[in-house]
């Protein structure tokens, strides 16, 4: 991990990274509570599609969790966002289809997260990108003053598509915040994959998401292996998930996390 | 009200007292932060099926919200439940057969919360108990120590049958945490009550519950009119709510009622 840059805000240190895996560079920031020494826990932020590691919600969820709770929290740009986009027309269609989607309203029965075009790009690149998070988790691991762990993973609906293979297939993982995402019929794949999980989750969902239906949160939510899993559901939009589920999150870290 | 005993425990004044509503003597307690003084929101807490104003989840949940919150808790014995009981064999029938269908497990559509006979005998004890409730209120806001409110309803399984009338239509009462109930196909009266809620409410399901279906409450959450309201889904039985949940009941209150 190179350090490219480092500045600290109100007792939190962001550093910025780029994290070098296999032919790639993958860049990423590293929130850390300032004088802090020693192992800590830290929290894997996986940001939403069209959004990057520095996005507002990851941002605001970072320094958050560092300043109540004593943790390092990290995010990594996914394959085709924030600095790692490489065809920009590319990645505004995608904006602009989501947020068309978005705008129309329920979709009923189609694709979670956009187009199948888009939906198939998210899914081919979700292996690379798993790779690059545990390369990520194995970096910090090494790292004397962040060393040991345990982690945690938090990412809403693209960052449940990465997610989701993570948590459900590396043992460093040991609680997850999911969401915003859902089984749809014919996702046999996701559906194993949610089979696997056995850390506790807390699964985020919106009531009235215009990408997904009700049941295809429910299904995804009932398709977790783990016995400790707890789905919080909000009326509104794919967007418009209520501030308080924050102090959920931060509540659920406290109790599966080492913190403080 | 009539002050029967008071006793003081770590810092939670416990006072019995009686109620009289009509002709009936109502059997109540009232928690209180020890030394606290001027007016303070209280919370209700309305129990289940089978159970007292002094069953353990309630004496736990009242002593933890004066200790954390420092608001007031208060409890009353339901018609027919703790020292209301005038006929001792029907009330132990009543416990018999509850946990004969918990132990039965699912029962599919059937009554939610025990025989046809039993749901008839909550419902028409419902009116009575919530103009109960609704004479404790009034006594409560003219208690100089006590006056003011806000009032919160926690009250879940039954605690939700009796709750939601009062809730529904009494404008003092200004968040609810409810729960463990469904609204059956044909429970036209739940679903306008429910339709009337205009306050936050935090409603706590079991997904393996015995006693009533997914379905079930899912859609008692949809037929809340309130904008605010959260559900949280947890898998296990009727009996077997993760303690985690008085956390996000806390949680609640603080944004909800005047606290500390």
């Known amino acids: ?117 888009r939906m198939r790009a998210i899914a081919e690149r979700t292996p690379k990108h798993v790779a690059e998070w545990r390369s990520l988790i194995d970096d910090l691991s090494t790292n004397e003053q962040w060393a040991g762990g345990p982690f945690g993973w938090w990412g809403v609906s693209m960052g449940t598509s990465h997610g989701l293979p993570l948590v459900a297939e590396e043992p460093r993982i040991t609680a997850a915040v999911l969401g915003l995402n859902g089984l749809r019929p014919g996702s046999e794949h996701m559906a194993d994959l949610a089979a696997k999980v056995s850390v506790p989750v807390l699964f985020l969902f919106q009531w009235d998401d215009e990408l997904m239906t009700r049941e295809s949160g429910l299904a995804l939510f009932d398709a977790f292996g783990t016995a400790e899993k707890t789905m919080h559901i909000n009326p509104g939009g794919h967007i418009g998930m209520p501030a308080f589920e924050r102090d959920a999150v931060e509540a659920f870290y406290v109790r599966h996390l080492r913190v403080g």
């Not at 599609?49 to 520095?54: A, I």
């Open 1 to 117: 991990m190179d350090i490219v840059e480092e500045t600290v805000e109100r007792g939190v240190i962001e550093r910025r990274f780029d994290l070098k895996v296999a032919e790639d560079v993958v860049p990423g920031i590293h929130w850390l509570p300032e004088g802090a020494t020693g192992p800590h826990a830290t929290v894997l932020l996986g940001h939403g599609g069209t959004q990057h590691k520095r996005t507002p919600n990851v941002l605001g969820l970072a320094r958050r969790l560092v300043r109540h709770l004593g943790v390092g929290a990290v995010a990594l740009d996914a394959p085709e966002h924030g600095d790692r986009i490489s065809d920009p027309a590319a990645a505004e269609a995608a904006r602009e289809g989501l947020q068309q989607r978005i705008a129309a309203g329920r979709g009923g029965d189609g694709p979670a997260l956009g187009t199948e075009e």
